[in-house]
């Protein structure tokens, strides 16, 4: 069983920055995959930031590169997403997706959409 909880999120001008943290409960099953995902009021799902455990690899999508950076303290079991120059196109809700996946298939678009288990997510607001 795995249960996400993300923190956070909030209200912050354009320019500036917010570090989200996911935190994961892992009892009797192994995750090897973990990202980000948002979803803004009438606009399509994004996935915006992907880490595998084991190869460290992450991607990330093309509208956050080189302004979002996901990392993981796998002391503590969370995965943050440290994001910097927010623009208003960022303001969304924030989740966090994780599962078990084979080791090849985690760092591939698309695969945020597969992940199984998924928080209640945390708001974050752009303001120009």
């Known amino acids: 069983q795995v249960q996400l909880v993300e923190s956070g999120g909030g209200s912050v001008q354009a320019g500036g920055s917010l570090r989200l943290s996911c935190a994961a409960s892992?009892?009797?099953?192994?995750?090897?995959?973990m990202g980000w995902f948002r979803q803004a009021p009438g606009k399509a799902r994004e996935g915006v930031a992907v880490?595998?455990?084991?190869?460290?690899?992450?991607d990330y999508a093309d509208s956050v590169k080189g302004r979002f950076t996901i990392s993981r303290d796998g002391v503590k079991n969370t995965v943050y997403l440290q994001m910097d120059s927010l623009k208003p196109e960022d303001t969304a809700m924030y989740y966090c997706a994780t599962d078990f996946v084979d080791p090849s298939s985690c760092v591939v678009p698309g695969i945020l959409n597969n992940l199984g288990v998924r928080g209640q997510g945390t708001q974050v607001a752009v303001s120009s």
């Open positions: 892992v009892y009797g099953v192994t995750i090897n995959c």
């Open positions: 880490m595998d455990f084991e190869g460290h690899s992450t």
